[in-house]
């Protein structure tokens, strides 16, 4: 993938290699992650714009990957402490991730959860 995509991802793991040192588990699946590079306490839709600017330009090779068995999804973790604090991704944003594959996957949680 990070040939065929030339980037390199934020974290890569092979299937078979240890989970943890002390599990015992091993992985059941290749990973390549991707992260922003943008502060933790950013705005979602700030990181999912970073994302998109590296990502749209392979869209071609990320489509490929698709067609030959991959999966890919954008997993966003959301977190505040504050009580009413709200996720806003604009249309726009929506229309950009459309052109790529995978779902959006929200994890929603208070920071005291981390």
Same mark, same amino acid.
């Given at each position: 993938?990070?040939?065929?995509?030339?980037?390199?991802?934020?974290? /890569?793991? $092979?299937?078979?290699?240890?989970?943890?040192?002390?599990?015992?588990?091993?992985?059941?699946?290749?990973?390549?992650?991707?992260?922003?590079?943008?502060?933790?306490?950013? $705005?979602?839709?700030?990181?999912?714009?970073?994302?998109?600017?590296?990502?749209?330009?392979?869209?071609?090779?990320?489509?490929?990957?698709?067609? $030959?068995?991959?999966? /890919?999804?954008?997993?966003?973790?959301?977190?505040? !402490?504050?009580?009413? !604090? /709200?996720?806003?991704?604009?249309?726009?944003?929506?229309?950009?991730?459309?052109?790529?594959?995978?779902?959006?996957?929200?994890?929603?949680?208070?920071?005291?959860?981390?």
């Amino acid at each position: 993938m990070t040939r065929l995509l030339t980037l390199e991802p934020s974290q /890569a793991f $092979e299937v078979g290699e240890p989970v943890g040192w002390r599990s015992g588990t091993v992985r059941p699946v290749s990973l390549w992650l991707l992260s922003s590079d943008l502060p933790p306490g950013g $705005e979602l839709a700030d990181h999912l714009h970073w994302l998109l600017d590296r990502l749209e330009p392979k869209a071609d090779a990320v489509w490929q990957l698709i067609s $030959e068995g991959y999966v /890919a999804d954008w997993f966003c973790l959301a977190a505040s !402490h504050a009580t009413e !604090h /709200a996720i806003e991704l604009d249309r726009p944003l929506l229309r950009r991730l459309l052109t790529l594959p995978g779902d959006l996957l929200l994890d929603v949680m208070s920071d005291d959860e981390q």
